[in-house]
């Protein structure tokens, strides 16, 4: 987890939210994948953690060797607002590196109004 982040812990109602490390959670090595994969769920952690669809894919792209698929849940209000105030870019979960280091970003869209535009405009911050 980047230091920055971590600094922000102390000021938001559930810092677990943002740590990761939680069961059944894949960490890899970086120097020994090929594709780096930015799953984005546009709702708060707990609401995505209980996302079938979501375990589902994280688990088939995690079981090839050369691909690591990472977590990235959008942030409540008060987290959002200390990412915005201390300009922390979105992040994923296992490694804690920000999703511009990725080689892909994918969201999971249940229904056509479920996407966040706070989400859009914190993962592309030169988005008006």
Known sequence: MKKEVEKLLRRVQKPARYIGGELNS??????????RYAFCFPDTYEIGMSHLGMKIIYSLVNSMDYAWCEKVFAPADDMEEQM???????????????????????????????LPMRLICLILPEYP
Not at 27 to 35: A, F, L, P, S
Not at 94 to 109: N, V
């Open 84 to 114: 915005r105030k201390h300009g922390v870019e979105m992040f994923a979960l296992e490694s804690g590196d920000y999703i511009k280091e990725f080689d892909i970003i994918g969201f999971t869209l249940q229904y056509e109004l479920c």
């Open 26 to 35: 894949v960490v890899k090595n970086k120097d020994e994948i090929d594709i």
